[in-house]
């Protein structure tokens, strides 16, 4: 089990939350519950409603669509926020590649930091472009 101050320090690595002062950080990381999966286990499926973003601590996913593995994330990277924000089905499924240990914040909690935290807001679009160019880089290989 992580303790709040553990949660707090490992937060200000994750670059979703840099710029945030620690009294914010402190009351996000009581807001965030320590989850974790089994190594194979599917922590998201594709088409199913969503109601919470994860932030990786330990371990690995893939992100696949269909058949296809399109991203792997790792430690300080978070997924999950696609339904949180646009209330959509989830886009595609999360499979844990090893046992996972994560950090997990409930729509509405993020809903409220995003209002009060217009840095973490500026972050989530900042991540959602990479990720837009990064698919539109591998559509581009796949055409040629
Ligand atoms: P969501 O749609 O809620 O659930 C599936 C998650 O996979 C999604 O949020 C994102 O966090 C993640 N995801 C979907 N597409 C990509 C992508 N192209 N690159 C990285 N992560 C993605």
Do not use: C, Y
């Amino acid at each position: 089990m992580i303790t709040t101050l553990e949660k707090v320090l490992f937060l200000k690595e994750v670059s979703l939350f840099k710029n945030i002062s620690s009294e914010r950080l402190a009351k996000i990381a009581t807001i965030a519950k320590e989850v974790e999966f089994s190594k194979g286990e599917r922590i998201i499926n594709e088409g199913d409603e969503g109601d919470s973003l994860f932030i990786l601590i330990e371990g690995g996913v893939s992100i696949i669509k269909g058949k296809e593995t399109i991203a792997n994330l790792g430690p300080k990277d978070f997924f999950g926020e696609m339904a949180i924000l646009d209330s959509e089905p989830r886009s595609a499924t999360v499979v844990a590649d090893t046992d996972i240990i994560s950090l997990k914040i409930s729509r509405e909690d993020f809903t409220e930091i995003l209002i009060d935290e217009h840095e973490i807001m500026l972050a989530i679009i900042k991540s959602l472009v990479h990720r837009l160019r990064q698919t539109n880089i591998k559509t581009e290989k796949k055409v040629q």
